[in-house]
Nanobody, 123 residues
Framework: VQLQASGGGLVQAGDSLRLSCAASKRTASNNGMAWFRQAPGKEREIVAS????????YYLDSVKGRFTISRDNAKSTVYLQMNSLKPEDTAVYYC?????????????????WGQGTLVTVSS
């Protein structure tokens, strides 16, 4: 499975971005998916995850109420709508396909990774 992430860019604080991640195979539709991010000098952290049928949604506390994860299994695509962006959201964002239908929080629970898309939020 190959993942192609897109939608990153340079925005100002308070702006919105929508990230998309398309999987090359429909098999990803049977697995949980997630968005992680990694800022310079920091460890990769999970931002949001979603189960295979759109259930079991998880959000990092710092993005709750601002970010929304969703998926379209017909298109094998997962999205991350990011509103009210803050400078601390600046990072490379990665999409990933989980080993199981219900996603976990650890990077080790994910099998396939996208190439990353850079999100930069200026103050």
């Amino acid at each position: 499975v190959q993942l192609q992430a897109s939608g990153g860019g340079l925005v100002q604080a308070g702006d919105s971005l929508r990230l998309s991640c398309a999987a090359s195979k429909r098999t990803a539709s049977n697995n949980g998916m997630a968005w992680f991010r990694q800022a310079p000098g920091k460890e990769r952290e999970i931002v949001a995850s979603i189960g295979w049928a759109g259930q079991n949604i998880y959000y990092l506390d710092s993005v709750k109420g601002r970010f929304t994860i969703s998926r379209d299994n017909a298109k094998s695509t997962v999205y991350l709508q990011m509103n009210s962006l803050k400078p601390e959201d600046t990072a490379v964002y990665y999409c990933a396909v989980a080993l199981r239908s219900i996603p976990g929080k650890s990077p080790s629970e994910y099998r396939y990774w996208g190439q990353g898309t850079l999100v930069t939020v200026s103050s």
